[in-house]
T-cell receptor, first 111, second 115 residues
Framework: DAKTTQPNSMESNEEEPVHLPCNHSTISGTDYIHWYRQLPSQGPEYVIHGLTSNVNNRMASLAIAEDRKSSTLILHRATLRDAAVYYCILSYGGATNKLIFGTGTLLAVQP | NAGVTQTPKFRILKIGQSMTLQCTQDMNHNYMYWYRQDPGMGLKLIYYSVGAGITDKGEVPNGYNVSRSTTEDFPLRLELAAPSQTSVYFC??????????????FGSGTQLSVL
């Protein structure tokens, strides 16, 4: 199963952009790259996902490297409400459909 | 607009007791998952199911059992509860479609303590 690697923690200032990196060097061609976040004392929630092209939605942008071995979640203007653990996971193609979470990146946002 | 519903929200068990954590979803999703999250840690996959009658082990299946008799329900059974099973348990579901609709929806969790 392909694994992802993320920094344990990052800090940002409010109103500034945040770039959260994820390495997935063993990704296969049919694996989607997903990002979820978990606010304190809540269940995880979907942020964004993509396959090859960069993706944008109302919450964030996802930049995917050309070789797909890494990706970056971009929060354009961090707010205090964005303080959370951010998980980068791979959605495997094929029959197994396991969704394995790593330890994620704890994002602290300073006012 | 219920989504994924987990019951109970909290439970305290004595060592050796058994219980079933309930999970139901009303989105007609074929794929369902059970995760556990120990304090300060990430999520670990316990079991998952790709449809009614089909289940498979995840990363940490020991001490748990599941069944999937309907599309809507995916209960998680703990037999002979142990302190190591103290954790928050999350159920999740997603549609079969790959691509744009491939999103996981999570329940609000069950906090379980085994004393």
């Amino acid at each position: 199963d392909a694994k992802t690697t993320q920094p344990n923690s990052m800090e940002s200032n409010e109103e500034e952009p945040v770039h959260l990196p994820c390495n997935h060097s063993t990704i296969s061609g049919t694996d989607y790259i997903h990002w979820y976040r978990q606010l304190p004392s809540q269940g995880p929630e979907y942020v964004i996902h993509g396959l090859t092209s960069n993706v944008n939605n109302r919450m964030a942008s996802l930049a995917i490297a050309e070789d797909r071995k890494s990706s970056t979640l971009i929060l354009h203007r961090a707010t205090l409400r964005d303080a959370a653990v951010y998980y980068c996971i791979l959605s495997y193609g094929g029959a197994t459909n396991k969704l394995i979470f790593g330890t994620g990146t704890l994002l602290a946002v300073q006012p | 607009n219920a989504g994924v519903t987990q019951t109970p929200k909290f439970r305290i068990l004595k060592i050796g007791q058994s219980m079933t954590l309930q999970c139901t979803q009303d989105m007609n999703h074929n794929y369902m998952y059970w995760y556990r999250q120990d304090p300060g840690m990430g999520l670990k996959l316990i079991y998952y199911s790709v449809g009614a009658g089909i289940t498979d082990k995840g990363e940490v299946p020991n001490g748990y059992n599941v069944s999937r008799s309907t599309t809507e329900d995916f209960p998680l059974r703990l037999e002979l509860a142990a302190p190591s099973q103290t954790s928050v348990y999350f159920c999740a579901s997603r549609p079969t479609d790959r691509g744009f609709n491939e999103k996981l929806f999570f329940g609000s969790g069950t906090q379980l303590s085994v004393l």
